[in-house]
């Protein structure tokens, strides 16, 4: 199986959140969002434009400490996250050194990427970097993605996160300050160690079918009448 | 009464009730207004709302309503407008909007979403579909109380006809319509009518909704 | 259902209450609903729900871009039902090449907004505004269009105010009816507009169309192929988030394109894309213009040949009348080098680029100088050390700017479309558009592959084109409320040449609140907060006073406080479109949308609702033969003539069909296209010298002029106004969106932006609620404070300077989302008072960005 990668040269990225935006409608998660809570998100901050997104670690924490396996590293990249599963414990939220999963507290459920599992499994780049305007995200194989990020950094002089971060990661993004400075969190750098650490459990059709856009279930909606209901009380 | 007239008058008193909640939360026009002045909507109302023992104090403000409407002395056009303030009010235009008439908007906060495609196919598998007049959404809260009317409607012929699978399969779909959809739906959207509206008439159906969609919840 | 169980309700309900429910029961009272088949003979195929339904559309009113892409639609086959999911882009196009932006998809929610106008509503209580219920009563959407026809009917033409952009039908109603039109997009593009009209578009010309794109932008960048880009103020937050523009800007930085930006904001884009930025005093763009244009005189670095071929620089201009001289027909006149006279500037082969000369002219002798001569002369003086103190650019930067600007040239330019930060949008901003103008001319960029590229080879019929009007129209106005009358440059355009050109909106509330001129307003407001514009106070007191007042809108918007009616529209993926690729006009271009679904109220399109007042109030310009009969309704399948003229099908309906786009892929033609458009076609050339600003009192070259409202005591910082990419004009499409609210909050941009430092010497920190107020020598009437939350950032990188988001701040409270979200900028800039802005702007057109006001902590 391909093992795929994200890269993000945020010099040519402006901010729009396009990406953000595109992911909502992909997986129709308005209601979230519109209670702060995005699978991808760029901060315009002073120093420089942070993307707020799973880094999909090489050896993500959050798999390793999931209680209930609600998180899973596949072996083409991406961790993936069963939402059924998941029962809103918030340890990925704690020791996730990127600080990437978003408790919702109305849902009991976490917010996190999941590389478009579903549109790769179609041949088809995530949504976020098919809507870039700027062509700022881009998609490929982890090796040439990751050859393209150090030869980009090495020519253009620019500062490469995510190739050592917690031990490497499947997003690589340059800039040309260090990206600690606007917004990304310091993580400590290991040497790169690619090992799987796929569960084997959870293909890509599978996810799929999980990931489907539309026609969310009825227990989802119930709780939003009722979330509703005590913001009025409120 | 025996049992199979009992079920009958059940049946037909939650058809008129139902009725009676979609004539109710439609625009109001001079059709309401002329069958509540007359008295007719009221005692078709109170018919059913006994067969179905409803409580005391929901009669008592019946009693109430028709005092409004046919004992007030005024003019019709006057009601009229007052009911058309109240509810243009409500659903179209305060601030900000007191209650929404979709139901999409109370599950998915949008309008055409999931859930309002998942009632337009129920009414598709009743053999329904709307009229070219209606041109609003199809899980607007005056359709979904229709749509029972009708299938109650459905489930009584079939039950005098002897249908059992018509019976069935009218009794099936009522009871997927009320948990699926109206008795979240139709319960915050009563319990919001109910706070919000400015004239009794509204605040009654309100009531009347909550009495019946708790009932069968 | 069989016909003998149907019943009417009201038979229903009368016979139930006459004789019980069991006796009424034998038959369904239906309302909203129909049988289509018996109870029990439901259908045995279940058809499953389709997501893959992808419908054409083209942008429209978002930005000036307008991408071609398709709306990615889920299908309910079984009931018909359709909801759009999200948009997919179309790589074909060229300008998006595949890109959309986020208020495109912001668009895709605004259908199912739930605050979204389904109905048509009337008002019952008489007393308008804020604080009074309007006792709003719902009517059928054809009964609400008959009475508002019958309410205009009582007002005279000269009474009645359109609020509307100018496209085909407006057009065809306000002139047959002798009304007054005029829309917002003056402070948006007019001095642009204006600018290129006069300078080279002179319309209406071969190409001049009838296209959705709000600006009639003829002019278009090749920013994929340019070399060098001079930005003065154009990289605003708004243009961070315009993916049709970006993608090119994008591909022009990959092929090695230096961009220079002067903004006293340093914006995203500026991060990404500047190789050099500059934090100019607001303001000033016009002194650096000024002397690049000095600079490159000086150093010779001029393209001659462009000059004399494709300008007026060897016109001859009369020193005594400071008029161009022209013969009979209209052509200007050159000094033959070699024949030492004056001869038609076509026919002379040596022309003279600089001199002063004494001829003979029409048998009179004639003192005359070169255009080109009158610049450089008008020009000595503005020396980079002259500009340096003015702009705080140093003066060796300027000078260099100017001469890599010039060594790259002809793929080089500088573009102003829009305004924003420090763009060109204070009122000596005309000056600054003239001399950026004069700048790509003297490098030759003006219609030149790299350069500045220019519309041609196909047009978009109007109303008129197909449908000929039999007698002239009425005469508009002579006093019109917009005070248009008193600007005759902008005014002679709009009568004699494009009725669709943009109105000075900046004066209509000036203009409704000072006189009596308007008595009836329509707002043809279908996806704006009109009242967002620049200050509304005076508007909003004005409409309380009027005796008709419609909106024609998506949402009960603000608007809606002071209407007696609101008629629903369709929300514009509801509505068929053909367009043209005006933005990147390098080959000619159509492309062609279908509705997205049929709309969920009951609402009216434009075309039918305009048409409709148009047989009742002035039949004989809307019937074939002038007869009034509403079955002999004008044509206005102007889609359908179009694609025919392309050759690219035979109706809008084939074009679809083929896949809704048509490409012309012959080769740029440089020069080839200002020869067809330009003055003096067929030999068109570029105007460096205007002379219709000497008949109104300025000149007709560019010279420096300070602003006119200056920093004055603690009236001291210059206010900047911006947007972000995913909003526009406090437009409930985005606004009212609960995740594009969170999205600006987020990015802190529902606060008033200052640098930190000027935070400490105010005593503001990080979130502090702050006041802005105007000076009140400017803002005489109906002062409204600003009270916003204040962010610290050095992305404003003046300390003289305050960064506004415009695009927020909407009043209507019935907006779930939108009701208190935000300030509203417009409420901080003055309404303009005709008197003061004809001393300082012959077209009338800029005024926003002079303001400066005063902060203190709340």
């Keep these: 199986m391909k093992e795929y990668a994200i890269l993000l040269d945020s010099t040519n990225c402006t901010g729009c959140n396009s990406c953000a935006y595109r992911c909502i409608q992909e997986f129709q998660y308005h209601d979230g969002a519109s209670r702060g809570n995005f699978r991808t998100f760029v901060q315009i901050n002073d120093e420089g434009l942070y993307h707020r997104r799973c880094m999909h670690c090489l050896e993500p924490q959050c798999v390793k400490n999931c209680p209930v396996s609600a998180l899973t590293k596949s072996a083409y990249g991406p961790v993936l996250y069963k939402i059924d599963t998941c029962i809103g414990c918030q340890t990925c939220v704690r020791v996730c050194p990127f600080h990437i999963p978003q408790y919702d507290a109305t849902t009991k459920k976490i917010t996190k990427c999941s ?14 970097v098919e809507a870039c305007p700027t062509y700022a995200l881009q998609f490929g194989e982890y090796k040439a993605i990751m050859a393209e990020a150090r030869d980009m950094a090495k020519k253009k002089k620019l500062n490469l996160y995510g190739l050592q971060e917690n031990g490497g990661t499947h997003v690589f993004v340059l800039a040309e300050e260090d990206p600690v400075k606007f917004g990304y969190p310091k993580v400590a750098k290991k040497d790169l160690k690619k090992k799987a650490a796929f569960d084997g459990d959870l293909g890509i059709p599978a996810i ?19 979330a509703e209901e005590k913001k009025n009380k409120e | 009464m025996d049992n199979g007239n009992k079920r009958i008058t059940e049946l037909q008193s939650n058809a008129a009730i139902f009725n009676l909640l979609a004539q109710a939360f439609n625009y109001p026009d001079t059709d309401l207004i002329e069958s509540l002045c007359a008295g007719d909507f009221t005692r078709v109302l109170r018919e059913a709302s006994g067969n179905l023992n409803f409580t005391g104090s929901l009669l008592s403000q019946l009693a109430d309503l028709e005092k409004i409407y046919s004992g007030s002395g005024k003019v019709k056009e ?45 009414y598709y598998d009743a053999g ?43 009794r099936n779909l009522r009871k997927e319509v009320l948990e699926k959809h109206l008795v979240t739906f139709g319960l915050a959207f009563a319990q919001k009518v109910t706070m919000n509206a400015g004239t009794e008439f509204y605040k009654f159906m309100a009531g009347i909704a909550i009495a019946v969609l708790s009932g069968n919840r | 259902m069989e016909e003998k169980f149907k019943i009417p309700r009201r038979s229903f309900l009368k016979l139930a209450g006459a004789t019980g429910i069991a006796t009424a029961m034998t038959a369904f009272p239906f309302r909203n609903m129909q049988a289509a088949w018996a109870f029990g003979d439901h259908p ?16 429209a009113r978002a930005c000036e871009i307008d991408c071609a892409y398709k709306v990615v639609v889920g299908v309910d086959p079984a009931t018909g039902l359709e909801r759009a999911l999200t948009i997919e882009g179309r790589p074909e196009d060229p300008i998006s090449h595949g890109k959309f932006c986020i208020k495109a998809m912001g668009f895709v929610d ?40 019958e309410r205009l009917k009582t007002f005279k033409p000269q009474e009645i105010l359109f609020c509307s952009p100018g496209d085909p039908y407006t057009n065809r109603l306000c002139q047959s009816i002798g009304a007054t039109r005029s829309d917002q997009r003056t402070e948006c593009f007019g001095t642009h507009y204006y600018t290129n009209c006069l300078a080279i578009t002179n319309p209406p010309n071969k190409f001049y169309s009838s296209t959705y794109t709000p600006s009639h932008q003829i002019v278009g960048y090749d920013y994929d192929n340019a070399k060098y880009q001079v930005w003065f103020g154009f990289d605003s937050f708004s243009k961070c988030g315009k993916a049709g523009a970006l993608n090119h800007i994008a591909r022009g930085k990959k092929n090695g394109c230096k961009i220079v930006m002067f903004n006293p904001v340093r914006t995203p884009m500026a991060d ?51 008029m161009p001289l022209k013969d009979a027909n209209g052509n200007f006149q050159a000094w033959c080098t070699k024949d030492k006279k004056v001869e038609p500037i076509d026919e002379c082969h040596a022309p003279a680029l600089e001199g002063a000369f004494q001829g003979e002219f029409n048998g009179e002798q004639v003192k005359v100088k070169t255009v080109f001569q009158l610049l450089r002369e008008d020009t000595t003086t503005y020396t980079p050390a002259w500009a340096a103190p003015l702009c705080d650019v140093p003066a060796k930067d300027i000078k260099r700017i100017a001469l890599e600007f010039a060594a790259a040239a002809p793929r080089s330019f500088i573009p102003t479309l829009k305004r924003d930060a420090a763009g060109p949008n204070y009122s000596n901003s005309w000056r600054l558009r003239h001399a950026i103008n004069i700048l790509n001319s003297l490098t030759g960029a003006i219609d030149h592959d790299g350069g500045i590229l220019l519309h041609h080879g196909v047009k978009i019929p109007w109303l008129d084109d197909i449908a000929p009007i039999r007698e002239p129209y009425p005469e508009q106005p002579a006093e019109p409320v917009d005070f248009r009358n008193e600007f005759p440059i902008t005014d002679n355009i709009y009568r004699k040449k494009d009725f669709s050109a943009p109105g000075h909106y900046g004066m209509v509330g000036f203009g409704m609140y000072k006189t009596n001129r308007a008595k009836a307003v329509f707002f043809r407001n279908p996806h704006r907060g009109l009242l967002s514009m620049i200050q509304p106070q005076m508007a909003e007191a004005a409409l309380e006073k009027m005796g008709l007042v419609v909106d024609w809108n998506l949402y009960l918007d603000d608007v809606g406080y002071w209407c007696d009616y609101v008629i629903p529209a369709p929300h514009q993926y509801e509505e068929a479109k053909l367009d043209l690729r005006l933005y990147y006009p390098k080959n000619p271009c159509l492309v062609g949308g279908v509705p997205v679904q049929k709309s969920p109220s009951d609402q009216i399109g434009w075309g039918s609702f305009a048409s409709k007042i148009g047989l009742a109030l002035a039949p004989k310009y809307w019937t074939t033969d002038g007869s009034g009969d509403p079955k002999k309704l004008i044509p206005m399948n102007l889609s359908d003539v179009a694609v025919q003229q392309a050759g690219a099908a035979q109706n809008s309906a084939e074009f679809i069909k083929k896949g809704g786009f048509w490409i012309d892929n012959k080769p740029y033609v440089d020069y080839k296209q200002l020869q067809e458009i330009g003055y003096g076609r067929p030999n068109g050339r570029v105007r460096l010298y205007i002379h219709e600003f000497i008949e109104v009192g300025f000149d007709p070259l560019p010279k420096w002029a300070a602003r006119w409202q200056g920093s004055e005591g603690k009236f001291k910082f210059s206010l900047l106004i911006t947007r972000a990419a995913w909003h526009m004009h406090a437009d409930p499409n985005f606004i009212n969106n609960p995740v594009l609210k969170q999205v600006t909050e987020k990015n802190f941009m529902d606060c008033v932006w200052i640098h930190p430092e000027a935070g400490k010497d105010l005593g503001i920190a990080e979130g502090d609620l702050a006041i802005l107020e105007n000076n009140p020598d400017y803002m005489k009437d109906l002062p409204r404070p600003v009270k916003a939350k204040v962010h610290l950032t050095k992305r404003v990188a003046r300390k003289d300077c305050v960064l506004l988001f415009h695009g927020i701040g909407h009043r209507a409270k019935n907006l779930k989302v939108a009701a208190n979200f935000g300030y509203r900028d417009g409420d901080l800039i003055p309404q303009k008072d005709p008197k003061l802005l004809k001393k300082n702007d012959p077209m009338g057109m800029g005024w926003v960005e002079d303001v400066h006001v005063s902060i203190r902590k709340a």
């Design chain 2, 78 to 122: 006057t009601l009229l407008l007052e009911m058309e303030k109240d509810y243009t009010h409500m659903f179209f235009s305060s601030k900000p909007r007191l209650v929404y008439l979709f139901e999409s908007v109370y599950k998915e906060g949008k309008l055409l979403q999931d859930s309002t495609f998942e009632i337009a196919r129920l």
């Design chain 1, 208 to 226: 799929a079918a999980l990931t489907v856009v539309g026609f969310k279930k009825f227990s989802e909606r119930r709780s939003r009448i009722e």
């Design chain 3, 44 to 59: 045995q195929e279940k058809p499953p729900y389709q997501i893959n339904k992808k419908v054409l559309q083209v942008c």
């Design chain 3, 110 to 149: 605004a259908m199912y907004n739930p605050d979204r106008l389904m109905v048509s509503l009337k008002r019952t209580n008489a007393k308008k505004g804020t604080d009074s219920d309007p006792g709003w009563v719902v009517m059928k959407t054809s009964d609400a269009v008959n009475e508002v026809i």
């Design chain 3, 272 to 322: 990404g894309y500047a190789k050099e930025f500059h934090a100019i005093k607001p303001g000033t763009d016009l002194a650096v213009s000024l002397a690049m244009i000095q600079t490159i005189m000086a150093g010779k670095k001029y393209n001659v040949d462009f000059l004399k071929k494709y300008s007026d620089a060897t016109a001859l201009v009369n020193l005594d009348t400071k």
């Design chain 1, 115 to 128: 590389l478009c599992a579903h549109r790769v499994s179609e041949g088809k780049e995530p949504a976020c």
């Design chain 2, 128 to 170: 329904l579909n709307l009229v070219d007049d209606f041109k609003l959404p199809p899980d607007h809260i005056a359709v979904e109380f229709e749509f029972m009317s009708y299938l109650y409607f459905n489930e009584i012929a079939a039950v005098k006809k002897g249908n059992r699978e018509n019976e069935d399969y009218a």
